[in-house]
């Protein structure tokens, strides 16, 4: 039988430790939160699995990327934006020198989210932007802080990172459409609400206000797809 390699190893303990966090993150939200209970029996267990591998430097130029953008637009973006780097999976902060701006907005990226990714890049270089080893030791506070000194970059953009590169389990995006929207569906709401009133809110989701956020998003995503088949 063929033994699994080190990476595929460390996939299966990133999964195997999630799927616990989020067991115990059903159960607190159930217990507290009846509506959060009726999205949990429609929707299924959260299936939110962080890419821990991706470095911070990935995480922050694909979160530029997907600013203002859907899924689709932003990740064919990112597809012509790595063909740039014959060899790569992804480019390092360094290979950016190598590359004018002129092929980068050919890609699809604007001028102002070109110069934040290069900032990125530089920030990267310069310590600013923590490596992945050095991330992991550093709070939410400490983090949002620090990335929040790079251009383009801003609260969302940091907690999209918190949640889908670092697997943060307490990270509530109240400043997001879709969790709003999803807030606004599942509770019946008639307006949006503010991200002030959905943080308040959310105490009551607390410490796993992340596994509610996912929750959100499915309510959001239903809804979609429940006008498109009308």
């Not at 999976?89 to 002129?102: A, G, S």
């Not at 932007?129 to 400490?142: A, F, H, N, T, Y």
């Amino acid at each position: 039988m063929a033994v699994p390699s080190p990476i595929r190893w460390e996939r299966v303990r990133a999964r195997a430790f999630f799927e616990t966090m989020n067991a115990a993150a059903h159960k607190h939200l159930s217990k507290n939160d009846p509506v959060m209970r009726r999205l949990i029996r429609e929707h299924g267990r959260c299936a939110l699995v962080p890419e821990t591998r991706r470095s911070p430097f990935q995480s922050l130029v694909q979160a530029v990327a997907h600013q203002q953008l859907n899924g689709t637009a932003a990740n064919t973006i990112l597809i012509r934006f790595k063909k740039l780097f014959p060899g790569r999976k992804f480019p390092r902060p360094e290979d950016l020198t190598n590359v004018t701006d002129e092929q980068i907005r050919a890609c699809g990226f604007s001028f102002a989210k070109i110069k934040a990714i290069r900032d990125i890049a530089e920030k990267t270089l310069s310590g600013v932007v923590p490596s992945s080893r050095q991330i992991g030791k550093l709070s939410d506070d400490e983090i949002i802080a620090r990335l929040m000194a790079v251009r383009g970059v801003g609260r969302w953009t940091v907690e999209m990172l918190l949640i889908f590169q670092l697997g943060r389990e307490n990270v509530l995006p109240a400043g997001d459409f879709g969790v709003r929207n999803g807030f606004r569906l599942a509770y019946k709401k008639r307006e949006m609400p503010t991200p002030k009133a959905l943080l308040k809110f959310g105490k009551r989701w607390h410490p796993h206000t992340t596994t509610a956020a996912w929750f959100l998003w499915r309510a959001a995503d239903a809804a979609k797809d429940a006008k498109k088949k009308k």
